[in-house]
T-cell receptor, first 114, second 115 residues
């Protein structure tokens, strides 16, 4: 069974600085998806970025980028130029290719200080 | 499009009561799922469906039933509520042939408290 591990329960960053959130996963599949979701206090799940496993190029979305290391089964999220609105819980998730099922990590709470 | 809608937003039950959490989507998605979120545990999959008439168990299915009679609706039934089912419940949908694979859309969640 696939598992997702987020080893940092909490992280903090100063406004305008850069922070990296870690995620590792375990799977025997070769085709899958990886995601980072943001959950603000409103509890709405917001997709931040997605990565297809067959793509070697790391995904980027504006200030958000990932470092995808398939062999190491690592998928970290880098947030550049951090903003106060980035403060939230961040969940890493593994997506099964044929069923769209998601397996989530336990989350990292990010605090952003002015 | 309304996206994924869930009702109710909040619910308080007594132990042993039954209820149904409603989930609907208007995006013609084939896949729908129910997750529960507990403090410190992320979201865990309860049940999922890959199309009308097809459902399967996820990681934590005990105490819950689902059915998928239409593409749009995927209700979650609690048969006899227990305090351990106190949680926030999320419904999600994904996959239409014209869209991106595994692009999950989440509902706003239902906060359930079982006394």
């Amino acid at each position: 069974a696939q598992t997702v591990t987020q080893s940092q329960p909490e992280m903090s960053v100063q406004e305008a600085e850069t922070v990296t959130l870690s995620c590792t996963y375990d799977t025997s599949e070769s085709d899958y998806y990886l995601f980072w979701y943001k959950q603000p206090p409103s509890r709405q799940m917001i997709l931040v970025i997605r990565q297809e496993a067959y793509k070697q190029q790391n995904a980027t979305e504006n200030r958000f980028s990932v470092n995808f290391q398939k062999a190491a089964k690592s998928f970290s999220l880098k947030i550049s130029d951090s903003q106060l609105g980035d403060a939230a819980m961040y969940f890493c998730a593994y997506g099964e290719y044929n069923t769209d099922k998601l397996i989530f990590g336990t989350g990292t709470r990010l605090q952003v200080f002015p | 499009n309304a996206g994924v809608t869930q009702t109710p937003k909040f619910q308080v039950l007594k132990t042993g009561q039954s209820m149904t959490l409603q989930c609907a989507q208007d995006m013609n998605h084939e896949y729908m799922s129910w997750y529960r979120q507990d403090p410190g545990m992320g979201l865990r999959l309860i049940h999922y469906s890959v199309g009308a008439g097809i459902t399967d168990q996820g990681e934590v299915p005990n105490g819950y039933n689902v059915s998928r009679s239409t593409t749009e609706d995927f209700p979650l039934r609690l048969l006899s509520a227990a305090p351990s089912q106190t949680s926030v419940y999320f419904c999600a949908s994904s996959y239409s042939p014209s869209g991106l694979r595994n692009e999950q859309f989440f509902g706003p969640g239902t906060r359930l408290t079982v006394l």
